[in-house]
């Protein structure tokens, strides 16, 4: 039986290190490519691969956003399961706080969880550059009965400095996850590489409202899914990691490595549009 999944992307970001870029918008509203904006790659893989039930979560000037996703992914029908609603920032609970962690911005709209009801929840962020076919990834999940998958790929040791790192087994279970460590354990037979989380994630979602009240009642907790909800699933031995590198997307050249590009900083911004302007770009905005 297919599984239903709703889709929550995380677009709240203030963007300081994008700076003055976001200086009148939010990190996922920056343009990008010329006529795109950072927010449409992740939109698009949701929409390609099925998924078409999406809350855009808000927070930071977060205007201009909100307009692209009205006047550009104009598809909302709730009663069909077919839409693309921005979510901004509503200070849920008595302490009317600003979202303080990936999982607190989950927990304050987690009434949407109780009235959609799905199976799965996709938790993605809405500040990479990439192609993706979410539903492969959500296969992966359910064929391993997992409680939670994160997307994943190697990087340099240098670069796992700013990502949550991974010790997986040969099955892809997750048996050690660090939060930005200041020494990343290397991958077994890759030395000067380290497996890093994407920070995209699919949840079974009874098991993940649990663990985000949990969350919300602990002490000494940053309500963050890096930090403090994932690492606590471990134990568990249902926490996996999904490798990005299998992720076979339609249109794409067999043999060209899958492109991902975190463009949180000026640099790797500007290095993500001009590798557009390669003959032979690893990202093709062109194929299907």
Known sequence: MRKSILGMILAGGEGTRLSPLTTKRAKPAVPFGGKYRIIDFVL?????????????????RSQSMSEHIINGWNMSSINKGQF????????????????????????????????????LLAVFGGDHIYKMDISQMA?????????ATIAALPVTVEEGREFGIMEVDEEWRIVGFDEKPANPKEIPG????????????????????????????????????????????VSTGRL?????????????????????????????????????????????????
């Open 44 to 60: 698009s893989n949701f929409v390609n691969s099925g998924i078409q039930s999406l809350f855009v979560l808000t927070q930071f």
């Open 84 to 119: 693309i609603v921005p979510v901004p920032a509503q200070m849920q609970g008595a302490e009317k706080r600003w979202y303080e962690g990936t999982a607190d911005a989950i927990y304050q709209n987690i009434h949407l969880l109780h009235d959609f009801t799905p199976d």
């Open 139 to 147: 296969k992966f999940h359910n064929k391993r009965n997992a409680l």
């Open 190 to 233: 890759m030395p000067g590489y380290c497996l890093a989380s994407m920070g995209n994630y699919i949840f079974d979602t009874p098991w993940l409202i649990d663990a985000l009240e949990l969350d919300a009642k602990a002490e000494n907790t940053s309500h963050d899914f890096g930090h403090d909800i994932l690492p606590k699933a």
């Open 240 to 288: 996996f990691a999904y490798n990005f590198a299998m992720n076979e997307i339609p249109g794409h050249e067999k043999g060209k490595p899958n492109y991902w590009k975190d463009v949180g900083g000026i640099q790797s911004y500007y290095e993500a549009n001009m590798d557009l302007r390669s003959a032979d770009p690893m990202l093709d905005l062109y194929s299907s």
